[in-house]
């Protein structure tokens, strides 16, 4: 404790470097989760709605509603019905002289499947089965081919990212790796004199070493400390 205050000049720039690397760290690691988090966010929301013409059947639809759930990569599919597309339309934020040109008795809206899966990569694929020949006479419209370049420049944004991500955490930790090491080897070298005269009296190594440990936890929970306030402020 008397080292640490007696270099005090040298201690606070230690806590100093120490705490600028703990947040350039901190400040990386927290926008990759960050710009992680809100991209899956995004892919979560993704999902694939297929409206059938008036003339196919319940029959028909419900067959390729348990089709599509007995897929391993399909999360739900959820039926919505001429009532409840009603419903939708009635909670869009429309004026009423738009939203009274569509009524129970004379309802154009069509019955659909919204279809959710768990990787958004996999939307091309339930895409492709829907646009079938088998499906081509009972389907009116796929959503999918509306968000088809936004989806697949997200997916790829996405991975752009978590490679980037990764690439700078690894660099910042290399960076920080040489940064402590290089302030210990500057500590030890401003008191060579001092620890030649210990190990002169006849001082063991771990006399020797020991304080320096101690500074060094001294040191980081300072540092720590400081990033800590500075990142919450």
Known sequence: LINFWRNKWLSLGSVLILSLTLITISVSVIQNYDISRTTQTIKNKLDITVYFDDKTTEQEIQGLQLKLQQRSDVKSVSYISKDEALKIWRERPSSTKVKDLVTPESNPLPRSLQIKTYESESLESVAQL????????????????????????????????????????????????????????????????????????????????????????????????????????
């Open 130 to 233: 829907l646009k079938s020949p088998n499906y081509s006479d009972k389907v009116r419209r796929v959503s999918y081919e509306d968000n088809k370049q936004f989806i697949q420049d997200l997916i790829s944004r996405n991975k752009v990212i978590v490679k980037n991500g990764l690439v700078s955490s690894v660099t910042f930790v290399i960076i920080s790796l040489i940064v402590i090491i290089n302030t210990i080897r500057i500590i030890i070298l401003s008191r060579k004199d001092e620890i030649k005269i210990i190990k002169l009296v006849g001082a063991s190594d771990l006399f020797v070493k020991t304080p320096f440990f101690v500074e060094a936890i001294i040191s980081a929970l300072l540092a720590a400390a400081f990033s800590t306030l500075f990142l919450y402020i």
